[in-house]
T-cell receptor, first 111, second 115 residues
Framework: EDQVTQSPEALRLQEGESSSLNCSYT??????LFWYRQDPGKGPEFLFT???AGEEKEKERLKATLTKKESFLHITAPKPEDSATYLC????????????FGTGTRLQVTL | GAVVSQHPSWVICKSGTSVKIECRSL??????MFWYRQFPKQSLMLMAT?????????EQGVEKDKFLINHASLTLSTLTVTSAHPEDSSFYIC???????????FGNGTRLTVT
């Protein structure tokens, strides 16, 4: 059974204080690993897709990396508007579009 | 811009009644749509895959007679929660894949509260 574990559950940072979020996964053949951002009361917003170990993607203050067992979402010099829940999900090979999600990391960035 | 629209954004209903949630794909035709459910502090869980013109495919443990899915057109899928109970209170989110190699894009969800 595919599993995704995210840590920490919650993270509080001061503006400008860089950090990383972890996503550990087990999957029967990785087709893709996805990062989403979810604001309270909203649906997830797509951030990145990673397909193979060693791959990296960047977008503004966010950088996602992937190994064979985990993915990291690095946040550099965060701003208050980066406050949200960050979700990690995996799609196994042979599945049409089923994503297995972690429970997310709730990030709060304060001034 | 938004890829998928969901309505309503929130609904409150009484126990035993039915509630319909709509999911529309914007600017493209979606032969397949996906319905997820999210309980507080839990992960999103796939409930069912909605297929245009044919029966939906339900995940293990999801009652197909309770969660009726209709995908009557290439831009609209509906989820009806029948005979709702308080334990059905949750956040229901639909999603679509705009292209073969595209990631899933999610609607803004529907917060259902059953009293």
């Amino acid at each position: 059974e595919d599993q995704v574990t995210q840590s920490p559950e919650a993270l509080r940072l001061q503006e400008g204080e860089s950090s990383s979020l972890n996503c550990s996964y087990t999957v029967s053949g990785l087709r893709g690993l996805f990062w989403y951002r979810q604001d309270p009361g909203k649906g997830p917003e797509f951030l990145f897709t990673l397909y193979s170990a060693g791959e990296e993607k960047e977008k503004e203050r966010l950088k996602a990396t992937l190994t064979k067992k985990e993915s990291f979402l690095h946040i550099t010099a965060p701003k208050p508007e980066d406050s949200a829940t960050y979700l990690c999900a995996v799609q196994a090979s042979g599945t049409a579009s089923k994503l297995t999600f972690g429970t997310g990391t709730r990030l709060q960035v304060t001034l | 811009g938004a890829v998928v629209s969901q309505h309503p954004s929130w609904v409150i209903c009484k126990s035993g009644t039915s509630v319909k949630i709509e999911c529309r794909s914007l600017d493209f035709q979606a032969t397949t749509m996906f319905w997820y459910r999210q309980f507080p502090k839990q992960s999103l869980m796939l409930m069912a895959t909605s297929n245009e013109g044919s029966k939906a495919t339900y995940e293990q443990g999801v009652e197909k007679d309770k969660f009726l899915i209709n995908h009557a057109s290439l831009t609209l899928s509906t989820l009806t929660v029948t005979s709702a109970h308080p334990e059905d209170s949750s956040f229901y989110i639909c999603s679509v894949r705009p292209g073969h190699n595209s990631p899933l894009h999610f609607g803004n969800g529907t917060r259902l509260t059953v009293t």
